[in-house]
Structures are given as C-alpha cells and as structure tokens.
C-alpha cells in the first residue's frame, strides 16, 4: 500500500493503480476499491499541486480577460455588452494597443469579478 508519493516513480506507479480502476468502472468495483481510488486520486493530486503547479495568474490584463471571457463561455461581443463598451474598444484593449481608464477597470471588477490589486498591478 502506496502511503505517500515521493519520486516520479511513485507517481507513475500510482497512476497506473489508478488508470487500473477506472478502466474496470465503478459500477464493477467495491467500496474499498472506490475508497482506495479516491485515496490514491488525492495522493497523486497533491503530488501535481506540489511538482507542476499551474501558472497562478495571466501574465497581462488582456490574458486576464480572455480567460474570464473563456471561463464564462463569453465572445468579444458579449464581453463588450456586459462591459457596456463597444467591440472595437475591447479589440483594442485585448490587443494591447489601448490601455484601461479607470472607469473601465471598475467595470472589469464588477462584471468579470478581477481582483482590483490585479488590475492596479497590470495597468
């Protein structure tokens, strides 16, 4: 029994338990094998946390919006109605050549709910 994932070997070893027991489904498997799927799913998940972290944040404000735009399933023209701006300033924005008045900012904070230290930060 895997207690704790160290090495890259351990990982692979307990991803491989895991591809394992999905490929049996859970409609075919018992309660202590569920229950070790789901120990052995945290374990593997804290090791990625700890060894490949994702990017915590865009790196501008424009990667930040179209993530938010992403994230909310919304096109440029939707994004420019719930901002309350036309497509052509959005187009801009996104493309760098414009920069965000603070009006606009307050709308990103409101409407796509990015942090207002973000904004501040990349503007």
Do not use: C, W
Request: a negative charge; proline letters at 4%; glycine letters at 2%.
């Amino acid at each position: 029994m895997i207690l704790t994932i160290e090495t890259p070997h351990d990982y692979e070893q307990v991803m491989e338990v895991i591809e394992t027991q999905l490929a049996k489904g859970s409609a075919n498997m018992t309660e202590t094998d569920l229950a070790e799927l789901q120990r052995l799913s945290l374990l593997a998940e804290h090791y990625e946390e700890e060894h490949y972290p994702m990017p915590v944040e865009p790196a501008t404000l424009p990667e930040m919006i179209r993530l938010r735009m992403f994230q909310e399933n919304l096109k440029q023209r939707d994004t420019a109605r719930v901002l309350g701006i036309t497509e052509t300033r959005l187009s801009e924005v996104l493309a760098g050549k414009r920069k965000v008045n603070m009006d606009l900012a307050k709308r990103l904070y409101d409407k796509l709910h990015i942090r207002a230290d973000y904004i501040l930060k990349m503007a």
